[in-house]
Structure formats: structure tokens, C-alpha cells
């Protein structure tokens, strides 16, 4: 089965809405997993693909697993964004991601204002909330949707 349009009226709307009263990175995570709907990989995605979808059944070249000098992945635009905001080397570990964004998500809004405000560009109030999810989503899309392991090293940058 094919990923619905947007405009079909049986597609799932989502909203998702950050708050930082009970921080619980788990359930965060699950919550924006479901957002890749790797369900849609079954059956026939898996078959027609040999395996080769990312997530929401849509196929995906395969993409390197290791780490090797001419086989490398690079994240531009939101990536790097995240990278930043979590005080992440440029080249970092798929597992990096995930403790950076554990970390985010179990601040409370006052530390996240403190830390914000340590960041040498820091975020503007408005998007503050935003990234305890925005991190999550990285990682998840990295890890569970592309299939990233846990201890591969990706590049992040503003500019290719």
C-alpha cells in the first residue's frame, strides 16, 4: 500500500505540540517513531524493495552503514541546526544524537532558558520548545528511518 497524499481524506493528520511540564524522552521517542510509519514498509514494500525503504513505504537507495573514507553521509539545513543546538561536534555519532537529544528533553523550561542561553547563537524564545522534538526527529530519522547504527559517525554542515 502506497503512502496517502495529504489531500486524501484518509490520511492521518498529525500535530504535535512540545511542552516541557513532564519531560519524558521515551515517550517522545515512540510518539515521533510513529511518525515514520515504518508500518507502510510491509508486505509488499519489503518485497518489491528488498528492504530498501526508509520509512512511510518509500524506497530508499541503500545508504552506507559504515564508516569508511570513501563512503560517506552528509546532513545539511535542520540537521546542522540540531547539531548546534545540542553543542555537537560536526562529526558525530548516530548515539551522540540520541543522548544529545535525551538531554534536551529532560530539561525543564528554565534549564533549557539557561542552556539556550549558553549556545553561541542561541534560539529564539518562539522555537525553544521545538527542539526536544526537533532532536528527537533527527535521531529517529537517522537511526530507525534510514538505518544509520548506533555508532556511525555522520557529518553535519551548513554548507556542502
Not at 532532536?135 to 534510514?146: D, I
Request: with cysteine; net charge negative.
Amino acid at each position: 500500500q502506497r503512502p496517502l497524499p495529504r489531500s486524501d481524506p484518509r490520511s492521518t493528520p498529525y500535530s504535535v505540540v512540545m511542552t516541557n511540564n513532564s519531560p519524558d524522552f521515551d515517550k517522545c521517542t515512540l510518539l515521533t517513531r510513529s511518525l515514520l510509519r515504518k508500518e507502510a514498509n510491509a508486505d509488499w514494500v519489503e518485497f518489491s524493495h528488498d528492504g530498501d525503504c526508509s520509512f512511510a513505504g518509500v524506497y530508499q537507495p541503500p545508504l552506507p552503514k559504515k564508516n569508511s573514507k570513501d563512503d560517506e553521509f552528509i546532513i545539511t539545513s535542520n540537521y546542522n541546526d540540531v547539531f548546534e543546538f545540542l553543542m555537537l561536534p560536526s562529526r558525530s555519532s548516530i548515539q551522540s544524537i540520541q543522548d544529545g537529544a535525551r538531554r534536551i528533553c529532560e530539561m525543564d523550561l528554565k534549564t533549557l532558558q539557561q542552556y539556550n542561553s549558553l549556545l553561541q547563537s542561541p534560539a529564539k524564545d518562539d522555537d525553544l520548545n521545538q527542539f526536544c522534538f526537533r532532536a528527537t526527529l533527527t535521531f529517529e530519522m537517522l537511526h530507525t528511518g534510514y538505518g544509520f547504527p548506533l555508532d556511525y559517525e555522520i557529518e553535519a554542515g551548513d554548507v556542502v
